[in-house]
């Protein structure tokens, strides 16, 4: 069973916050199933965008959220506009804003693989 998404939001945050980065929700989306998506700020203003990975990248029985990348090391107006071409198909979703140099151990990053 999976966790509701602002439980998995908030123990997002206190992660981030823990690992010394710097973590806030910048939109609040539906409470059991809205779709999560992280913006990454690097220290150079560069940001990269990470959503919801599709079905066929699960593997088979797998519950954890994965995400893939959107948009990977662009300028802000970038992941900006990804965030409101989706928030127009999916007004429930949550945007989290993070500023931590690594992701690695925050969330899991979808393959090819199905790892």
Known sequence: MRVVTDLFVSALVRRVFAAGGFAAVERKGAAEAGAVF???RF???LETLYGP???SLFGEGDQDRRFEIRAERCQATECEAIIAREARFDPD???VELEADDVTGLITIATDSKS
Do not use: C, N, S
């Open 93 to 95: 979703l949550w945007l």
């Open 53 to 55: 990975a599709p079905q």
């Open 38 to 40: 992280i913006r990454q």
């Open 43 to 45: 220290r150079d203003g």
